[in-house]
């Protein structure tokens, strides 16, 4: 890609070494009120080596206090590391005439939803982390993926996982741990999400990851950019995909794939999966934000978890959007500015969804799906949302037509949703 006549690469994170229905629950670290955690206690926490009323055992009814007095990093560190796995995925190569030879792609994930008391959870990481073009698999997938909690990166703590799907055109895949004993005594915790239409130019952006295959390790800096188009080569080393991704300057390394991005509240805002390698550029990173991971994971689970199928599938609209007014908010409560921009109907595709309920020139105010409200202030919201959407849900959008407010329910029973690739 070339951008203001400056070369640049922007790369995966993956680090590439040659080498011979589940009842889900999420963990809260829980303090009592006003009693809030000591850097020692806190490093102690994440050891595993406190006693008293904080034990391991007990860890899941406790929650890290965030207090903005000089150690706010350190506690958001700390969820992100109690939610954050290292990733080794080995592969079967093959190359020259009928040779093979072993590989191993290191990595990060977070854990997206777990089971405590079985062992079992889901993960979320980069499609290129578990991928690999020349694999002898049939979907080039690795069949042998260890995850490993942070403090026990060694054989011994080795967690088997297994692919659940994914999507290259996306960078996300689902692994799934079952019954791991290390899992049910360790003390880690389910990821919890920011809200991604709070993600601002200059958030905290904290990323935990896996850089050089050393185990995990956290860097801090802040978000540059907060929703941006940009294209870059995937996992198959040749096709050239666009993502919609936040901009970063956080120090991240190879091995940082697929590791979460966290804000200083230690909710994930993103997940990290690429860089701009350039004599001529510092700390330019990209991580895909947590609006996109969250709908994109969930829709993986829901389609693959207990099927054959190994993709996500999405409805389609079948309209183009324009956002010809742009505009920005300022927040006086937060001290945040957002970019805003009326989202208007621009065309609408021949006999889809939206042929016989939209018109030219509507503007999406807001979408219901499954009776929880979206405001819509942003194209990108609208494609986020249809994630969520499946073949029992309710939607509805909340437009504007000629100075007057209206609802416009749709009916996507009958309609067969879009596998993503």
């Known amino acids: 890609m070339k951008k203001k006549g400056i070369s640049l690469r922007i790369l995966a994170l993956a680090c590439a070494l040659i080498v011979t229905a589940l009842s889900m629950t999420s963990c809260m670290l829980l303090l009592p009120e006003e009693d809030y955690m000591t850097e020692e206690e806190v490093k102690a926490l994440i050891s595993g080596t406190m006693s008293g009323d904080t034990t391991i055992g007990n860890v899941n009814e406790y929650e890290i206090t ?7 990093n350190l506690s958001a560190a700390t ?3 109690l939610s954050t796995v290292s990733i080794a995925a080995q592969f079967t190569i093959s190359y020259g005439y009928g040779g093979t030879s072993n590989a191993t792609s290191s990595g990060a994930g977070v854990i997206y939803q777990l089971d405590k008391e079985k062992g079992d959870a889901y993960i979320i990481t980069n499609y290129h982390v578990v991928y690999d073009v020349d694999s002898k698999t049939s979907n080039k997938i690795s069949n042998n993926i260890n995850v490993y909690l942070y403090g026990q990166e060694s054989s011994a703590y080795a967690i088997p996982a297994t692919y659940v799907g994914g999507a290259m055109s996306q960078d996300l895949a689902i692994l799934k741990v079952t019954g791991s004993r290390v899992l049910a005594e360790s003390n880690a915790c389910a990821v919890s999400f920011a809200d991604p239409d709070d993600i601002s130019i200059l958030d905290t952006a904290i990323a935990i990851g896996n850089p050089a295959a050393d185990g995990i390790s956290a860097t801090v800096g802040y978000v540059n950019v907060d929703s941006e188009y940009v294209s870059i080569t995937a996992a198959d080393g040749r096709s050239n995909i666009t ?7 956080t120090a991240v390394n190879s091995g940082n794939s697929g590791g979460g991005l966290f804000n200083d509240r230690g909710e994930l805002i993103g997940i990290v999966n690429a860089k701009i390698t350039s004599s001529s550029i510092d700390n330019i990173a990209y991580a895909i934000p947590s609006g996109v991971v969250s709908g994109v994971a969930e829709n993986i689970i829901r389609y693959c978890a207990s099927t054959e199928l190994e993709n996500p599938y999405k409805y389609s609209l079948g309209i183009t959007m324009n956002n010809s007014e742009l505009y920005t908010e300022y927040d006086e409560e937060t001290g945040k500015i ?3 921009e009326v989202v208007k109907v621009d065309s609408i595709e021949a006999g889809s969804l939206a042929s016989s309920l939209f018109e030219k020139g509507d503007v999406i105010s807001a979408i219901t799906v499954d009776g929880e409200r979206y ?3 942003r194209m990108y919201q609208v494609v986020d949302c249809m994630l969520s959407v499946f073949e029992d849900s309710e939607l509805s959008f909340d437009i504007l037509r000629g100075g007057e407010k209206m609802t416009i329910s749709v009916d996507i029973s009958g309609i067969e949703p879009k596998k993503v690739v």
């Open 243 to 249: 993502l919609r991704l936040l901009r970063i300057d």
């Open 375 to 377: 405001e819509i202030h």
């Open 66 to 72: 965030i207090e903005n007095n000089g150690s706010a």
């Open 338 to 340: 957002h970019k805003r």
């Open 79 to 81: 969820k992100g590391v």
